[in-house]
């Protein structure tokens, strides 16, 4: 991938991740990089283009993370995913599905359904990580599995969103919490 291009996707994941995919624009993005926005659409010809290659970057990025993760028992994999959440809290950031999610209706639907993806895929991801810290028995909880993979998970995208508008802990919070139930 070119430098410029990798440029380009990198600052409209941080734009998304920051102010929301309908509020940047190309110009957002060939201002800082000293672009004309024609370098842009040469890349992607159209943002619902740009939005379906920062979902797959993500995609890519947490198949990387479970992948490098795969030999740690289920607890230091659980806590790993944990910290990708507090990476993101430090940087004022929230994660591209809470980033995305809220506006699921108002997507080009070409990018629906790579977030779908990528939603199942870390549900799924933490359902698996869940049974498989009940087998090491390392984690003990009442709920379901996919009860408790739907706790963690919401609980943790809108922590990130609750610490943006509160300036409070709440990832923080949310965090010890989940350490405490499992």
Same mark, same amino acid.
């Given at each position: 991938?070119?430098?410029?291009?990798?440029?380009? #996707? !990198?600052?409209?994941?941080? $734009? &998304?991740?920051?102010? %929301?995919?309908?509020?940047?624009? =190309?110009?957002? +993005?060939?201002?800082?990089?000293?672009?004309?926005?024609?370098?842009?659409?040469?890349?992607?010809?159209?943002?619902?283009?740009?939005?379906?290659?920062?979902?797959?970057?993500?995609?890519?990025?947490?198949?990387?993370?479970?992948?490098?993760?795969?030999?740690?028992?289920?607890?230091?994999?659980?806590?790993?995913?944990?910290?990708?959440?507090? #990476? !993101?809290?430090?940087?004022? $950031? &929230?994660?591209?599905? %809470?980033?995305?999610?809220?506006? =699921?209706?108002? +997507?080009?639907?070409?990018?629906?359904?790579?977030?779908?993806?990528?939603?199942?895929?870390?549900?799924?991801?933490?359902?698996?990580?869940?049974?498989?810290?009940?087998?090491?028995?390392?984690?003990?909880?009442?709920?379901?599995?996919?009860?408790?993979?739907?706790?963690?998970?919401?609980?943790?995208?809108?922590?990130?969103?609750?610490?943006?508008?509160?300036?409070?802990?709440? $990832?923080?919070?949310?965090?010890?919490?989940?350490?405490?139930?499992?």
């Amino acid at each position: 991938m070119s430098d410029t291009k990798q440029d380009i #996707l !990198n600052l409209a994941e941080h $734009l &998304i991740r920051s102010r %929301g995919y309908h509020a940047f624009s =190309y110009k957002d +993005l060939s201002t800082p990089l000293q672009v004309k926005n024609a370098a842009i659409h040469y890349y992607f010809p159209s943002k619902k283009d740009l939005g379906v290659a920062v979902i797959r970057k993500n995609i890519e990025a947490l198949e990387n993370c479970f992948a490098s993760w795969a030999g740690l028992p289920a607890r230091e994999q659980l806590f790993n995913f944990i910290e990708i959440y507090s #990476l !993101n809290n430090q940087s004022n $950031l &929230i994660c591209f599905m %809470g980033a995305l999610g809220p506006a =699921y209706q108002s +997507l080009p639907e070409e990018m629906r359904a790579p977030l779908t993806e990528a939603g199942l895929e870390i549900r799924n991801w933490l359902k698996w990580i869940l049974n498989k810290g009940i087998e090491e028995n390392a984690f003990h909880f009442n709920e379901t599995i996919e009860e408790k993979a739907d706790v963690i998970i919401t609980s943790l995208l809108a922590s990130l969103i609750l610490n943006r508008v509160t300036g409070d802990r709440v $990832l923080e919070n949310v965090v010890s919490l989940i350490h405490k139930t499992i």
